[in-house]
């Protein structure tokens, strides 16, 4: 059986429940999930459940865009002290998001920018959300160049964004979207990314793929989406597992396999 890592998963939001969602991702041969922390009320949470859940839950710490109103230097310190457990692999999910604007966008700018601080002192990779803001994400990125890496996850953007993003040590993380009927850009992007920079997730419960659209999405749904970025790469689905295992595993060196 081919093996993965679902790179980003809300796990503590899924509809079967996390130990049902676990035991079903491990069916379809997801072996670790990476949970996602999103504001400050989740951050104990996902700590809860990846140290609950070891070896097979990873989590990550940070405030979402939409969230970036209530980031604080106390919300800082809480993710800064508890980068260093051995559960956490990354600072996010941080970012810009343009298309909501559920925060004021300065107020976004700022605790994207302390939360890279945060990946840079720490030498954690970062989980970056960015939608219709680009430029803006490109340019807060190219502040901390050769300092921060980490994925653009739940890649939706531009040519130009993929381009950008690769230039500057950060890798592609391709989810469920990419499976759509109206996905065709998204789908030539993917075909031109270099097989050893990308990664494959859910983002469940969100974006379920084809075949599994209006169903809430789950971590062992990854393999759909897996599968059809094989065929968009002209690759067995063996080859893909195999190499964004070895991708997520360089990116998240704290994962053991």
């Known amino acids: 059986m081919t093996e993965w890592i679902d790179v980003h998963c809300h796990l503590n939001m899924l509809e079967e429940g996390v130990e049902a969602a676990i035991q079903n991702a491990k069916a379809a041969g997801v072996r670790k999930i990476i949970t996602i922390g999103t504001e400050l009320n989740d951050l104990p949470l996902v700590l809860d459940l990846a140290h609950k859940y070891a070896p097979d839950v990873y989590c ?11 980031y604080t230097d106390e919300v800082g310190k809480f993710i800064l002290e508890n980068a260093k457990d051995p559960a956490v692999v990354a600072i996010g999910e941080i970012g810009l998001d343009y298309y909501y604007d559920q925060s004021p966008r300065d107020e976004q700018q700022h605790a994207f920018r302390e939360q890279l601080k945060i990946a840079k002192a720490t030498g954690l990779p970062v989980e970056i959300h960015t939608r219709d803001a680009e430029e803006d994400t490109i340019n ?18 531009t040519s130009w964004l993929a381009d ?6 950060f890798n592609i993380s391709i989810s469920g979207v990419v499976t759509f009927k109206n996905a065709d850009d998204l789908r030539n992007t993917v075909r031109g990314l270099p097989l050893d920079r990308i990664h494959v997730e859910t983002d469940a419960p969100f974006l379920a793929p084809i075949p599994m659209r209006g169903r ?40 053991q396999w």
Request: one cysteine or more; glycine letters at 10%.
């Open 60 to 70: 990550t710490l940070g405030i979402h865009p939409h969230d970036g109103k209530t």
């Open 140 to 157: 807060i990125l190219k502040e901390f160049n050769g300092e921060v890496t980490g994925i653009i996850h739940c890649f939706t953007g």
């Open 164 to 169: 950008e993003a690769l230039k500057l040590g």
């Open 216 to 255: 809430k999405n789950t971590a062992a749904y990854v393999v759909h989406t897996a599968k059809f970025v094989a065929d968009l790469k002209g690759i067995p689905v063996e080859q893909l597992a195999e190499q964004t295992k070895a991708n997520a595993l360089k990116m998240f060196p704290k994962i």
